[in-house]
């Protein structure tokens, strides 16, 4: 069936460093694609998305780019910071009416200054 | 607005307690979603409704009982539940339809349920 694979997690790392989190999905069709973040005791927040093959989503400093070749949308930020510490979830969704989101496990990030 | 709203924000309750955990949005859209999360896993689907029907019920026991009153309400209903249900509850909404413009789901902070 569908599914995502994220990298295992946590991620530590220092402020201003460099941050890349995997993510790759099995496809049948064409889904759109998701990162979203959960910070310490809140719900999910939409964090970009990316819609067709190639599109680049970007928020906040971080980028994913769609990439239908290897089917991977690797969530990445040039510099990250202390309050970036949260817990990263790539998600799918096919584009069929009532199909809810696949998510993959989470990646933890904790960032020290 | 853009914001999906969900009371209570905590819930403490017994196993023979009934209770009721709420979901509202005003953004017209007409999917509304309910998501367990269990701590440090990913958020799994219970239940869909589009269009006030429920279209998804991914096996979820009968101690949970959604209902969708109107297009902008959402309920889980909770009766006789066990320790194992003590969770975070997600709502979402989203519109509906093919167009990849209406994939997006807006989730609400989440109700943090104990089960005693």
């Known amino acids: 069936g569908d599914s995502v694979t994220q990298m295992e997690g946590p991620v530590t790392l220092s402020e201003e460093a460099f941050l890349t989190i995997n993510c790759t999905y099995t496809?049948?069709?064409?889904?759109?694609l998701f990162w979203y973040v959960q910070y310490p005791g809140e719900g999910l927040q939409l964090l970009l998305k990316?819609?067709?093959?190639?599109d680049k989503g970007s928020n906040k400093g971080f980028e994913a780019t769609y990439r239908k070749e290897t089917t991977s949308f690797h969530l990445e930020k040039g510099s990250v910071q202390v309050s970036d510490s949260a817990v990263y979830f790539c998600a799918v969704r096919y584009n069929q009416a009532g199909t809810a989101l696949i998510f993959g496990k989470g990646t933890t990030l904790s960032v020290s200054s | 607005d853009t914001e999906v709203t969900q009371t209570p924000k905590h819930l403490v309750m017994g196993m023979t307690n009934k209770k009721s955990l709420k979901c509202e949005q005003h953004m017209g859209h007409r999917a509304m979603y309910w998501y367990k999360q269990k701590a440090k896993k990913p958020p799994e689907l219970m239940f869909v409704?589009?269009?006030?029907?429920?279209?998804i019920n991914e096996s979820v026991p009968s101690r949970f009982s959604p209902e969708c009153p109107n297009s902008s309400l959402l309920n889980l209903h909770l009766h006789a539940l066990q320790p194992e249900d003590s969770a975070l509850y997600l709502c979402a909404s989203s519109q509906v339809g093919r167009g990849l413009a209406n994939n997006e789901q807006f989730f609400g902070p989440g109700t943090r349920l104990t089960v005693l």
């Open positions: 409704y589009s269009y006030e029907k429920l279209s």
């Open positions: 496809a049948t069709g064409y889904p759109s």
């Open positions: 990316a819609t067709k093959a190639d």
